[in-house]
């Protein structure tokens, strides 16, 4: 029997049998059952922001693991409290936390917080193609037609809007509408940004009804984009903000903020979760950022990424149409509905990549990329998407 035979056996097959089986890492690079070495340009979904086994996270997690793993939701403890108070003091804004464990349960609860603000008669406007997570209230909002619409009905009034589109959301935005939700940039859409003032544009709309503006930084937040968040970037203060994937640097973690207003809805009781607050994911989570702020990582994800960025615009081949995104995640605009090739192609060259859409690549490496791997990409990319057989 093959790994792949065993996955196959004990797994449901909503995944399908994964290229690679991996051992362990080390940096950017990982290594896989056979001995291949890769460099990591995905990071797990966006979620290895200081790469594989860091010093600094492995510390931080073993000390914390020997000390206490778990302390449950009725107590506390001190990383959690901590980590609480360092996430409100890198927003800059007054807010009031909620631990869960992974981005939907984030989402999930962002999602209780407008059902309880609003009613259960107001309507919730989402974007098209946007991407929330898998729990049905997550999913509710989730704009992906294509994972969303097995699974309805979901008896609550959301509308779909453009993605990026100021005038459609601005129409949809009126007294009826409970909350705005939004991906700062689309990720599983294939790392769209929005144009520059929609944000602004949403928190607008949302004023002018006293609806509630929801962004999901799943996966821009922690410096992925060279901001601990990318709704700095405009300056714009959401009332409810989601986080989670590179946060815990690996480790599970998520987690919603209310800020305001909207960091007291829930009364004592209404909302809770058995792992929430775990003193290991929050000391992995105050390890990264610490080291975030150490070793200047949001500046060197905006270095590393325009050197990203810049080089991949500078490859002139027949299946590149361009790059988009920002900081270290970008997505590769192919012109054709080649990205599962292409990422075979990438593996084959030692290169780990996603196929986001049919014809767009995903990158997402960890924050600690250097110059030099960033390079050796850029220097591979021509032969890789010669590699591609259609
Ligand atoms: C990944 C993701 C989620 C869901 O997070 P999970 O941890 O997979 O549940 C939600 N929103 C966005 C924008 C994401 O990228």
Known sequence: MTWQDDFKASFMPNRPVPPVLLTHGEGSTVWDSEGNAYLDLFAGIAVSSLGH???????????????????GPLLTSEPEIRLAQRLIELIGVPGKVFFCNSGTEANDAAFKLIRKHAGPDKYIVAMENGFHG????????????????????????????????????????????????LETTQGEAGVIPAPAGYLTAARQACDAVGALLVLDEIQSGIGRTGTWFAHQH????????????????????GLVI??????????????GGT???????????????????????????????????????????????GVRGSGLWLGLMLTEPVAAQVRESAQRAG??????QADAIRLAPPLTLTAEEARSF???LPAILDGVTA
């Open 53 to 71: 086994a860091h010093p600094a996270l492995v510390a931080a997690v073993t000390a914390q693991v020997g000390r206490i793993a778990h302390v």
């Open 134 to 181: 898998r729990t049905m209230g997550a999913l509710a909002m989730t704009g992906k037609k294509a994972i969303r619409e097995p699974f309805g009905p979901y008896g609550v009034d959301v509308r779909f809007v453009p993605y990026g589109d100021a005038e459609a959301l601005k129409a949809a935005v009126t007294d009826g509408c409970a909350a705005v939700i």
């Open 234 to 253: 405009e300056g714009v203060i959401p009332d409810i903000l989601t986080l989670a994937k590179g946060l815990g640097g690996g480790i599970p973690i």
């Open 258 to 271: 209310g800020f305001g207003p909207a960091g007291d809805i829930f009364a004592p009781g209404d909302h």
């Open 275 to 321: 792992f929430g607050g775990n003193p290991v994911a929050a000391s992995a989570a105050l390890a990264v950022l610490d080291t975030i702020e150490r070793d200047g990582l949001l500046a060197h994800a905006v270095k590393i990424g325009d050197l990203l960025s810049a080089g991949i615009a500078g490859v002139d081949h027949p299946l590149l149409a």
């Open 351 to 356: 290169f780990l990549v996603n196929n986001v």
């Open 378 to 380: 850029i220097d591979a």
